[in-house]
Structure formats: C-alpha cells, structure tokens
C-alpha cells in the first residue's frame, strides 16, 4: 500500500497543476501558487501535501489526502488537519480526500457526524473518486494521472500498460515523462508483478534505471524475488526469474547464455540481478557472465 501513497505524493511533488485540472477542469480560474509548507508541528496532524491556489484574487490552501482502502475513522483527523491549519494560516483551508483505489467497497464516505440528542455537529470533505475520472484521464486531458489507471480494476487487462505508454509520451517535459513512468511502472508492479512489468517497458528501462522511483521499486522487486525464490528453491527461483526478464529484454536468449547462467552462484545470481538495467545488449550479457564465472573459478 505505501507505494501508491508514494504515488501520489510524487505526482502532486511533480505536476501540482494537475490536481487543480482533476478538481475544476482544464479551463479552471483556480491557479496554483505553491507548495505549501505545513505549519502544525504535530506529526499526526501534518499534511500530506498542501498547496496554495489563487481563485479570482484570494488565496486558498488545498488540503490532499490520498486514500486506498475507506476509513471512516480518518476523517475526524483530515477535517482537524483543515480547521487547524485555516487557523495558523489564518487563509480559508479546505480538505480534499482522493480515493485512489476502486476495490470491492460499498461506500467510499466524506463525512461524519457527532450526535447528542437533539444537538449535532456534521463535518462534510470534498472527496474524488479517481477511476470516475478515467475517461478525462484516457482522453489526454488528465494524462498525468495515467500511473493509476491499473487501480481502477480488480483484474486490469496487461493493455493498460500500453495506454500508459501512450499517454505519458505525450508530456513533452523528459524528466517529468520519466518521473511518471517510473511511478507506472510501481504502480503496475502491484498488478501485474515485477517480470511483466519489466517486459512491457523493456524500450523505457534505460532512460527510467536511474530515476529514484524505480531504484526503490527494483530494491523492494528484489526481495519479492527473493521470497519467490525460497518457494520453489532460493537459488533456482532467483534463476528461473533473471532467465525470463533477460529473454523478454532481449526477445530470446541462445541456449549457450542459458547454461552459462545455469554455473551462477547464488551469490553472483544476486550481483546480476543489481547489474540488469545496465546490460542493454546480449554481448554484454555474454562478457558479465564470462567474467562472474571467471571470478567464481578463482574462489
């Protein structure tokens, strides 16, 4: 679950002004500012993102909090967060809730009441379900939203990978371009598992290696392999996934490639898995391979 509120904090770090197209369309007269820095000390009440936005002259701050699975118990502290900060800031503050993930929930709620006989006290958030919004999104009017498309579904179609493919090669900033797809690629993981995700971006690999966001999932990817390989024989799991990420990379592999992986320790297993983004060629593989047996033979 932290890698689609990962997600989410790394899209609005990236493109704020796309949460304000998803919240008041593209002709919007609502402009963002900045973001905003959180002025309650108190850990469990700071927000996760907040931005400063113009509306016809006067400054408001957007309170956004991202939510995957409904807690009705959250919004006592979300509505706390906007009344808290309306105050130190002393500017109108406004609670968001974006519901991220469709699942299998019958209510996604926005509000909650404290009720004493007749006395009552109701607090309403404004609340946005994401995957209502997928058509704007698949349009190209919400491109960079296109990350989340693989949560709107309880078993998304592998083709939505290519609709994100198609959407974000649209932005024509390439680090932004990058950012987002590397946040797909996570997102997708989640999905569809590490080997297919990596198969259907294998063309982005090389300009996504070296983005933070795919660092810290191929970190987290290489311990589910991990797990996958303590399954089925830690060695033998570890070598039976390189085999099939490397053939789908470089659409197959010759039998003499396969042997030469089969000599693989389990400890330079490890090493290859470390060394994948940066092996674009099977010559490549072929020297990395003479070479950790090479090392091997001398130990």
């Known amino acids: 679950m932290q890698e689609i509120d990962r997600a989410f904090k790394t899209v609005l770090t990236l493109k704020p002004d796309c949460l304000l197209d998803l919240l008041f369309g593209s002709q919007r007269q609502t402009y963002f500012k900045e973001i ?3 002025q309650i000390n108190i850990p469990e009440l700071r927000a996760d993102k907040m931005l400063l936005v113009e509306n016809h002259g006067e400054l408001f701050y957007l309170l956004c909090e991202a939510m995957i699975q409904p807690d009705i118990n959250a919004l006592s502290t979300f509505a706390l967060k906007a009344l808290g900060h309306q105050y130190m800031l002393n500017k109108p503050t406004l609670a968001v809730i974006i519901y991220l993930e469709k699942g299998n929930y019958a209510t996604f709620p926005d509000n909650f009441e404290t009720r004493l006989g007749a006395l009552s006290n109701r607090f309403v958030l404004s609340k946005i379900l994401l995957w209502e919004h997928e058509a704007r ?37 390439p680090k932004l371009q990058a950012d987002l797809m590397a946040t797909a690629m996570v997102l997708d993981g989640r999905a569809f598992g590490t080997e297919l995700v990596m198969a259907k971006f294998a063309n982005e690999v090389n300009m ?27 060695r033998e799991g570890k070598l039976a996934v390189m085999q099939s990420l490397l053939a789908k990379k470089f659409d197959s592999l010759p039998p003499t490639l396969f042997l030469q992986m089969q000599r693989l320790s389990n400890e330079q297993l490890d090493r290859l898995i470390l060394a994948f983004l940066d092996i674009n060629s099977q010559e490549e593989l072929h020297a990395w391979l003479a070479n950790g047996i090479a090392d091997s033979a001398k130990n």
């Open 36 to 38: 905003a820095d959180p």
């Open 137 to 173: 999104i698949v349009s190209g009017e919400l491109k960079e939203w296109a990350p989340f498309l693989s949560l709107f579904y309880a078993q998304p179609d592998p083709v939505v990978m290519d609709v994100q493919k198609g959407l974000l090669s649209q932005i024509s900033d």
């Open 208 to 234: 996504l290696k070296d983005t933070s966001i795919v660092q810290g999932w191929l970190a987290e990817s290489r311990q589910e392999g991990q797990q996958i390989g303590q399954q089925i024989g830690q």
